[in-house]
């Protein structure tokens, strides 16, 4: 039996690449999420979670220590303004504006017909053009590009549905409304609803009671104005 | 509460930011909107504080720092009304992240909201929950998620189950409780919590074995089940999407199909029908299809074999690979590289094609395609792709060059069939691209040009006529000066002429005339100038007829302003002018280099302190190289007494080098021997002479120096070491010296025989009142990269330590391996120690050394002790 520290452990898993292997990121990431992750110990004594590790890492196939399925999602105008960031991974203040910054470089620049990929830090960056707005999502390497291409166009229906046939103006005005729709999306990174018709119907929910509320406090502070006249 | 306090509306900021027509306007306007709403936070304004919230939002996505609206988020949330909370949780979201303190706050309020009647309220908590908590808070609130999976309302379950992914992530020791609600979430019919039940499987699979191991057993079947459902489900409008019911359905069904049959014959016999299915029926004329179709072929690669899937899966590949779309072949290429591991040959039919992705307009592609030729490439291959690659070398744009070049040189040193096609297929490269070549790959070329007798002769016609075509590529250069210098009479008389030469006719000036330019070239760095003087001083040698304009060549370095070309060129010029006896013998052709040897050093890509094979020692003619060697030596001694000037350091570095170049173990004493008469020289030489005599007359400052390397044979090491002590700034080797460091990394180093690789000395890596560690370093023959460590803990005080375990840990660019110690009880003065090995990997060899933090925790008298400590003395170079 053998120590182990979860360097090696990923480290290994990469150099054998048979197939989806986790990446260097992932590997960070998983340190960062793991406060005391990173010490190896000489025990003797095999727990469970070890051999889970041992087994994975043997095979070093499929297991992957990804935090979230999609890192972040950034809508970033023609002119490299932003009008939507939403991160599922944690990054500090500072490093998103730089992420923003190299990913507008990189995405805003590529031609029209070039692929919807761009590989960037260890990582895969799907992006989308609609109208003056890219639409984009940041994936580890092993995942699914065209599928996040699907989720996307999933969420550019949904707020076309719900705006009226969307354009960047109202994402704009209404950025707020465009989080909430983006909410009843994603959550943690991950796919939560296939249906169109439920995400719409949902969101119109919350409007409504908001709405709601909102003649309530009106009414009242109308009473009260009436009543201090 | 003064209404009029907090400005304008939402809308109305906007508007008014986007009216700014430069940053500085911009600026204005959002200090003054900030201004405000800080002041409407210090009065505790509840009336405007959603509207003050949403402003804020904005002003953070423009990158402006909104700190001090953290606190109003929480504020907003505990709130009692839904539409407070609604934009406080967007707030919570978008303005703080989980790594803030402040979070820890709002753990109550996210628990009276997930216990709330209020489904939309229980909404929002679940969602904040999944997609900022932290472990602390994933801890925490872990029971109320789990409740909520069975909640009434599918759309919180399904928000359940993905707040419940984030937190097994968290803090995987909660798995367990998820896999019992997980079993009934694959059972349910609504899409939206089907979809997020598999999530949750997934990655449960991924934290947990045992979890594992029951999906496996219990849910495989149920799961194939599902997936031939919705295959085969009628047109549902709501799921559609391009004729395809539910695509995201399909890939995660896919996704968790794979981790179930991976490793296991019998859940992957349960799905191979259905995958075939949806490989052979999906459309392929949508996205959404062959995103499909990608997930399927990933899941036919991971699970256990069928020959017939493999096929269908490596024949959409190719359909794939052949779709005009880019972000299908993207995606081909991609899945092509796992899928080499699985079917080589399969692959290899596509060859042409990935050949052509190469030379894609999208850089993506690109990257993919080189990766993957570079894994196809096998010795039947290897000369028409590395003649496409090197064709596409010319006309490929400067991001790409650089890839490109290292892996053309990465295949052609891996496969190369003989030595002729190496040797052309290197000089084309160093003639396209020469500048992205690596220093390494040079040098390598020129290891194999000297031992490749019968082809030096063409190698240096070659560059000849290369350099004539390409004369401003600095590494084609300098291996054409270096060849020049070495073999110019070849180049002159066409000796070895091979069959498929056209004869060409240089005469001797010609040939200076190339070193000439080349010394001249204003753009060559001081290493090539370096080498040029060198070739010029072997030229005097060879063509005694231009030996008077070599002289005026190499004296033209005299002023300059390069203290090492300076130098050089004073001490030519002195060798040509004062030493003709025995400038000829000075200056033969370098003893082959072994290209054992050097492959060797390479992988352990640091310059010093290489081992040698005893059996090249041997093979030296030792006379001779005797013989020559004696002779710069004593050159060096006698120009040390005419320059007025004493000798510099490098001056000692020169002699040192030399020394290191071609001495073998066997002629150290003929050496000192020798020079014992010329004691007239510089007190560094007699430093220097002195390391060579045997241990026990060892003077005083070399002699720790000495006393480490218990081998019998003064090694190199020993002399590298004093080399290094005896340059008063403690730099080994100045920069300048560069030209005669890359001579010494040609030169045969005789050293240890058993190649046991360079010794360390043993550190005292920490110190304590209560013990000490000890680390002992070994090298493993053939990896330089790996230290094996042995730890020697040893304890100070008279008490008996029980279990005590050490534990470290290491930055990312090393890799730690630890083995059991030999004991866990460490008893009391000096009554014994625990040994325990280490194995560590250093991925940054040569640039970086290693650093390991660790600790120690022990009972004294059954009180639990812990220590800490960082190691950063270990040597350098490990």
């Not at chain 2, 907090?6 to 201004?35: F, H, N, P, Y």
């Not at chain 2, 505790?44 to 720092?65: C, E, S, V, W």
């Not at chain 2, 007190?683 to 120096?705: A, G, H, M, N």
Request: charged share 25%.
């Amino acid at each position: 039996m053998t120590g182990r520290s979860l360097h090696r452990f990923t480290g290994d898993e990469q150099s054998k690449s048979s197939s989806f292997t986790c990446s260097l990121q992932d590997a960070k990431l998983l340190l960062d999420s793991f406060n005391h992750g990173s010490w190896s110990e000489g025990s003797s004594e095999t727990t469970v979670k070890e051999k889970v590790k041992d087994k994975f890492r043997d095979d070093g196939v499929y297991f992957s220590f990804r935090i979230e399925h999609i890192h972040f999602v950034l809508l970033i105008s023609r002119q490299g303004k932003v009008r939507l960031t939403k991160w599922y991974s944690p990054y500090s203040q500072k490093e998103r504006s730089k992420v923003i910054r190299e990913l507008s470089g990189m995405i805003l620049t590529r031609g029209p017909k070039l692929s919807n990929f761009v590989e960037w830090r260890g990582f895969k960056v799907v992006y989308k053009r609609y109208a003056s707005l890219y639409f984009c999502m940041c994936i580890n390497q092993e995942d699914n590009e065209l599928e996040i291409l699907e989720i996307i166009h999933h969420f550019v229906e949904i707020l076309d549905r719900y705006f009226g046939s969307v354009c960047e103006l109202d994402l704009i005005f209404n950025f707020h409304k465009a989080y909430y729709i983006l909410d009843e999306i994603l959550i943690a990174g991950e796919l939560q609803e296939s249906s169109k018709k439920t995400v719409a119907r949902l969101v119109s929910a919350q409007d409504s009671l908001v709405e709601a509320a909102k003649e309530e406090a009106n009414s009242i502070s109308n009473i009260i104005a009436q009543a201090t006249k | 509460m003064n209404p009029f306090s907090s400005g304008t509306r939402l809308r109305d900021m906007i508007r008014s930011i986007r009216a700014c027509k430069t940053a500085a306007e911009e600026r204005a306007v959002v200090r003054k909107e900030c201004a405000s709403i800080r002041a409407a936070i210090s009065d505790n304004d509840q009336t405007f504080r959603h509207r003050n919230l949403a402003k804020l939002m904005f002003i953070h996505m423009l990158g402006y720092p909104t700190h001090f609206g953290q606190m109003e988020c929480l504020k907003l949330i505990a709130a009692p009304g839904f539409a407070e909370k609604r934009i406080g949780y967007l707030g919570l979201m978008l303005l703080l992240d989980e790594r803030q303190e402040v979070l820890m706050l709002v753990t109550n309020s996210l628990k009276q909201d997930l216990n709330q009647n209020n489904q939309h309220i229980v909404g929002l908590a679940l969602c904040a929950l999944g997609n900022i908590c932290s472990a602390d808070m994933a801890r925490d609130l872990a029971p109320e998620v789990e409740r909520l999976l069975q909640f009434r309302d599918p759309n919180i379950r399904k928000k359940a189950a993905l707040c419940s992914i984030r937190i097994i992530k968290k803090v995987p020791d909660l798995a367990e409780n998820f896999v019992d609600p997980v079993v009934s979430l694959l059972k349910e019919k609504h899409h939206g919590v089907l979809l997020t039940g598999i999530q949750l499987c997934t990655d449960l699979c991924k934290v947990n074995e045992e979890a594992f191991e029951y999906f496996r057993k219990r849910c495989t079947e149920g799961l194939v089940r599902s997936l031939k459902d919705v295959v085969n489900s009628p047109y549902v409008p709501e799921y559609d999407i391009s004729g395809i019911a539910d695509p995201f359905l399909h890939i995660r069904l896919l996704r968790v199909l794979r981790i179930l049959g991976h490793g296991d014959a019998d859940a992957s016999d349960c799905m191979s029908d259905i995958l075939a299915q949806v490989a052979t029926k999906t459309e392929s004329n949508k996205n959404a299809g062959n995103a499909i179709l990608y997930e399927c072929v990933g899941t036919i690669m991971s699970v256990e074999d069928n020959g017939g899937l493999r096929v269908l899966a490596i024949n959409i590949l190719g359909r794939f690979l052949s779709n005009r779309d880019n972000n299908i072949r993207y995606v081909a290429l991609n899945m092509l590289m796992k899928a080499i591991a699985v079917d080589a040959q399969a692959v290899q039919r596509h060859r042409a094609t990935i050949v052509e992705c190469v030379k894609d307009l999208d850089a993506s592609i690109r990257k993919r395609a080189l990766e993957l030729v570079y894994l196809l490439v096998n010795e039947s291959n290897v000369k028409p792709l590395t003649k496409e690659l090197i064709d596409y070398l010319e006309v490929s744009d400067h991001g790409f060059k650089g890839d490109l070049t290292a892996k053309i040189c990465s295949i052609v040193e891996k496969f190369y069939p003989d030595k002729i096609w190496y040797i052309d297929q290197m000089l084309k490269v160093l003639s396209e691209a020469g500048s992205y070549v690596k220093a390494a790959v040079w040098h390598a070329l020129i290891v194999v040009i000297t031992n490749a007798s019968n082809l030096q002769g063409y190698s240096v016609r070659s560059l000849y006529r290369a350099i004539q075509i390409s004369p401003d590529q600095e590494t084609l250069i300098r291996v054409a000066v270096w060849c020049i210098g070495e073999y110019g009479d070849m180049l002159v008389n066409n000796i070895d002429m091979l069959d498929i030469e056209e004869p060409i006719t240089v005469t001797e000036s010609d040939a200076v005339d190339v070193v000439e330019t080349a010394i001249k070239h204003h753009s060559l760095d001081l290493t090539t100038r370096a080498m040029c003087l060198i070739a010029l001083l072997k030229l005097s040698s060879r063509f005694p007829c231009c030996s008077q304009r070599i002289k005026e060549i190499i004296a033209q370095s005299k002023g300059s302003l390069l203290i090492e070309l300076q130098q050089r060129s004073v001490e030519f010029n002195s060798i040509i002018e004062k030493h003709q006896n025995i400038r000829s013998a000075l200056v033969e052709r370098m003893p082959v280099l072994d290209e054992a040897t050097y492959n060797g050093k390479r992988a352990s890509s640091a310059p010093a302190a290489v081992s040698a094979s005893l059996e090249f020692a041997s093979n030296l003619p030792n006379g001779v190289i005797a013989k020559t060697d004696v002779a710069p030596l004593v050159d060096l001694l006698d120009l040390g007494g005419d320059e007025p000037a004493p000798p510099s350091s490098s001056g000692g570095n020169f002699l040192l080098d030399l020394i290191d170049v071609d001495m073998p173990p066997s002629s150290s004493q003929s050496v000192s021997g020798t020079s014992q008469p010329q004691k007239s020289g510089t007190d560094v030489l007699l430093d220097l002479l002195s390391t060579w005599s045997p241990p026990p007359q060892k003077e005083s400052p070399t002699t720790d120096i000495v006393l480490l390397n218990q081998d019998d044979n003064t090694s190199v090491n020993a002399l590298d070491s004093v080399s290094s002590s005896m340059v008063p700034s403690g730099q080994a080797k100045p920069t300048g010296s560069a030209m005669m460091d890359l001579l010494a990394e040609f030169g045969p180093h005789p050293e240890t025989p058993e190649d046991s690789g360079p010794t360390y000395p043993p550190i005292v890596a920490y110190e304590s009142s209560a013990l000490t560690i000890t680390f002992n370093f070994s090298k493993r023959p053939g990896s330089p990269q790996t230290t094996d460590i042995e730890a020697l803990f040893t304890n100070k005080s008279s008490d008996v330590y029980t279990d005590f375990v050490f534990q470290a840990a290491v930055p990312k660019f090393l890799q730690l391996h630890l083995e059991p110690a030999s004991s866990n009880t460490l008893p009391g003065s000096g009554n014994g120690s625990i040994t325990q090995k280490l194995h560590v990997t250093n991925r940054q060899h040569g640039k970086k050394s290693l650093v390991m933090r660790i600790r120690l925790s022990y009972k004294l008298n059954n009180k639990d002790i812990l220590e800490e400590g960082q190691i950063s003395n270990f040597p350098r170079d490990l």
